[in-house]
């Protein structure tokens, strides 16, 4: 019979939890060198983002695709049939509330944000050919696919996977820890290592939380300098940050089962209508053909791209790290926040089916978002009035809007994505609380309201420290920061995750091995009844 998790429900208890204590420190410590040394803050993290990109990228790359790979082998093995809980329990959520909550928290604003201005990005300059040709435009879609296709949701599927079935088929505290309970044993979970792995999950998830938020905050910067010329500044983002941290601090109070599910039904409605508008108006058999040739194009050179670092420089100088690299890192930084909180609304459904609602569904949406509004922009870039990608090279947070602009009411258009961006940024943040709130309560799936308050606040600090750092350059740093150290517990987890199904496997306590040996044992009953009749 499976355990049920229970954590810490009282506030003042979760206030001497040791990963609570060393992670608010921790992260007091950062916001305060970012606010007192902001200069030399600021030139430390370019340092570092070129020592972590020269020196490690190549991990990213290869941990990465190794993720990718293990996991299908999970989903296509007889390991496939367990279910994260227990034999006979049915899925907490509806498919459709599964898919909304887990994309809302996954991807939401980088889409929004990356949409157009990173298929504009890889058409002016790409990692192979020359720029601006019709090629350009065939490998800007390609790797949008790419860096947003089968590789992250493989990364969050590892986190969620794993505390899933640890926790709800093996009874642990939803912590990361837990996960490694074949190393660190069942008392070693709170132990020193223990607090070490949370610890790290704790600051990776607000580093990689807060590279998102900063994102949107850019982008609501500049729908607003679109649509009423307000400078997007400084000003205007700290703004931005204080506003939406108190409207996810009040989404937070209603709980999971109300905010965050009804914000992001919502907000998958409105951004699908906003999708199917552009989709209809716009340039629609050159979208629906670049569509079908680039799923073409990403299967076709899928192996190419998984392992490509060019290390004879042949691409542009930093391109490698300033995307491939730098998405990874954001992935793996993302993914004890996203995996946490995915793991959180799949109980009940088996492993092959979590694994292909987690990677497959999101993957195609992220081809048809690219295909729609990046191949609408990179037809109006190389057919028709051009001008985006000069936006884009100036600020990337305005190529959604200008894409829109060329499209008829732009105004409500711009209007409806930022409010969509609005939304997300809540979602995101609202979600981010709840996981970081179970780290620092030991497990407890509904932490204290006190406590998510606490880490809510604290992912808008962090994310206003960032951009007053540098902006984009400094939100990528963070993720790179956040996701080496991360990256190595991932290796751990799988590798916990393997062998305990394996062990599984191997005593037939599967629902597949199951069903497979009751099978055998009802056919040789049969067998002995008609030798015990022949006699």
């Known amino acids: 019979m499976v355990r049920k998790q229970k954590g810490l429900s009282s506030f003042t208890d979760t206030l001497k939890t040791p990963t609570f204590l060393v992670s608010i420190a921790l992260a007091v410590g950062f916001v305060f060198i ?45 390991m496939g049939d367990i279910k994260l809980g227990g034999d006979d329990e049915e899925p907490a959520y509806s498919y459709m509330a599964w898919f909304s909550m887990l994309f809302s928290c996954g991807m939401g604003i980088g889409l929004l944000f990356w949409g157009v201005s990173e298929p504009i990005s890889h058409y002016m300059v790409p990692p192979l050919g020359e720029g601006g040709t019709n090629e350009a435009i065939y490998t800007a879609v390609r790797y949008s696919f790419f860096h947003w296709g089968f590789h992250p949701w493989a990364i969050y599927a590892v986190v969620a996977g794993s505390l899933a079935y640890f926790s709800y088929r093996k009874g642990l505290p939803m912590l990361l820890s837990s996960c490694l309970e074949p190393i660190l044993g069942r008392k070693g979970i709170d132990g020193p290592w223990g607090i070490t792995i949370n610890t790290i999950g704790v600051l990776a998830t607000l580093f990689g939380i807060s590279t998102t938020l900063g994102l949107g905050v850019i982008q609501i ?60 108006v716009g340039p629609t058999l050159f979208i629906l053909d670049l569509f079908t040739h680039s799923i073409g194009g990403y299967l076709q ?25 730098f998405y990874w890192a954001w992935w793996i930084a993302w993914s004890p926040f996203v995996g946490s909180f995915i793991a959180r609304v799949s109980r009940g459904r088996t492993i092959r089916s979590f694994v292909i609602g987690v990677m497959l569904v999101p993957t195609i949406v992220s081809m048809i978002w690219f295909s729609v509004f990046g191949g609408a922009a990179l037809f109006i870039e190389h057919f028709g009035a051009a001008g985006i990608g000069d936006v884009v090279a100036q600020d990337e947070a305005l190529g959604f809007f200008t894409a829109l602009s060329h499209f008829p009411i732009s105004g409500i258009l711009i209007a409806v994505a930022m409010i969509s961006v609005a939304v997300f940024f809540i979602t995101s943040s609202d979600s981010g609380t709840y996981v970081i709130g179970m780290l620092t309560s030991k497990g407890n799936p509904n932490p204290p309201l006190p406590l998510r308050i606490i880490w809510g606040v604290m992912e808008g600090a962090f994310a206003a420290i960032l951009l007053l750092a540098g902006g984009l350059g400094a939100l990528q740093t963070a993720s790179l920061i956040g996701g080496f150290p991360f990256m190595i517990i991932m ?29 055998l044992f009802s056919e040789l009953r049969e067998l002995k009844e008609s030798e015990t009749k022949n006699e």
């Not at 506003?243 to 409105?270: F, H, P, Q, Y």
């Not at 392992?307 to 391109?319: L, R």
């Not at 290796?491 to 099978?519: D, N, Q, W």
Request: charged share 15%; proline share 4%.
């Open 301 to 325: 050179n899928f192996l190419y791209m998984s392992f490509s670092i060019d290390p004879a420089g042949v691409s542009p100088e930093g391109w490698h790290g300033d995307w491939t690299i």
């Open 34 to 78: 970012g606010i007192v040394f902001q200069e030399p803050f600021s030139d430390r993290m370019d340092l570092t983002f070129n020592w972590i990109v020269d020196s490690l990228g190549w991990t990213f790359i290869l941990g990465s695709s190794t993720f990718l790979f293990l996991i299908v082998y999970l989903m296509l093995s007889p």
């Open 221 to 280: 910067g500049g729908g607003l300098e679109s649509l009423f010329g307000i400078p997007s500044n400084s000003i205007l983002w700290l703004s931005i940050i204080t506003v939406v941290t108190i409207l996810a601090i009040m989404s937070t109070v209603t709980g999971i089962d109300r905010g965050i599910k009804w914000l992001s039904e919502i907000n998958i409605t409105a951004a699908a209508l906003l999708l199917i508008f552009i989709l209809i």
């Open 491 to 519: 290796a751990l987890m799988l590798y916990c995750l393997v062998i305990s199904l394996r062990k599984e496997l191997h005593e037939g306590t599967l629902p597949f091995e199951r069903a497979r040996l009751e099978s």
